[in-house]
């Protein structure tokens, strides 16, 4: 099954963003005029350690500002959704809690907010466990409670930093297939992804265009299109072709 991709129908324009981190005098040039049209496609940002990934999608969420250069969500209303590589729920809340929290500080009631949360804890197969706190968890379930409570907000563009690297590769594994499904089976809101990735497999194995970045300042090093039908097989020699021109961008 895939997904009927239209990266024609632009959903985010990021227009030349350019950042430069100061502190105790010393500048750090981050992104160095990174611009690309999103549509409606997963997109995985893929780049070395400490280029300037998660800054991007910081500055997308508005939890930073660029110093110059604008993003533009081109859809009316159009909210966004965040999912941190480690689970931040709050310790004290329980489940149903954590994700109806967001939901209430929007202005549902916390009825509404519950009954919201509880469709999407349905969603990611954890409607039991919505009486739990975050340390009767594991890592894996931590995640999907996070990935549910991004999606509870209803999002049109979800943002992922790195959300698979601190989980086991078996559970990573599965969370990968099961996010890839809830977005292609259009259960969702979501219409465009933006992933921070380290690992190319993962870049391949789950988006539709893979944006290289070069060592900072990030500029955009070039664009693979991953055209396979998902789901992808690792082994097929399309799959490996993919890795060696990821790998040669990478190493240019
Ligand atoms: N608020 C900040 N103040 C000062 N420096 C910062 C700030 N945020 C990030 N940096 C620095 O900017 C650089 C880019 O950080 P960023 O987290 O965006 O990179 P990244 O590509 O996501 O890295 P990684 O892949 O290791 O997670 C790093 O050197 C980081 O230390």
Redesign the pocket.
């Known amino acids: 099954m895939e997904v009927p991709k239209n990266s024609r129908n632009i959903i985010l324009e990021l227009r030349n963003i350019e950042k430069t981190?100061v502190?105790d005098s010393r500048r750090?040039k981050?992104l160095d005029g990174i611009s690309l049209d999103i549509g409606e496609e997963f997109v995985a940002i893929l780049?070395?350690?400490?280029?300037?990934?998660?800054?991007?999608l910081r500055i997308i969420a508005g939890l930073?500002k660029p110093d110059s250069g604008e993003v533009i969500v081109r859809q009316e209303n159009a909210r966004i959704g965040f999912i941190f590589q480690s689970p931040t729920l709050l310790p004290w809340m329980t489940v149903l809690e954590n994700v109806a929290l967001p939901l209430r500080v929007n202005g549902l009631s916390w009825e509404e907010a519950k009954d919201r949360a509880r469709k999407y804890l349905t969603l990611v197969g954890l409607q039991s466990f919505e009486d739990f706190y975050p340390r009767e968890l594991s890592g894996g379930m931590k995640q999907r409670v996070n990935v549910a409570r991004a999606l509870a907000v209803e999002p049109a563009i979800l943002l992922m930093?790195?959300p698979f690297s601190a989980l086991d590769p078996l559970t990573a594994e599965t969370l990968r297939s099961e996010v890839l499904d809830l977005w292609m089976w259009g259960v969702t809101t979501v219409k465009t992804i933006m992933m921070?990735t380290?690992s190319v497999d993962e870049a391949i194995f789950m988006a539709d265009r893979i944006v290289v970045?070069t060592p900072?300042p990030?500029r955009i090093a070039g664009i693979v299109e991953v055209n396979l039908p998902r789901p992808r097989d690792r082994r097929s020699p399309d799959f490996q072709k993919l890795e060696d021109r990821v790998y040669e961008l990478i190493s240019a």
């Open positions: 981190f502190e750090l981050v780049g070395p350690s400490g280029c300037g990934k998660t800054t991007l930073e930093d790195e921070v380290h970045f900072r990030a």
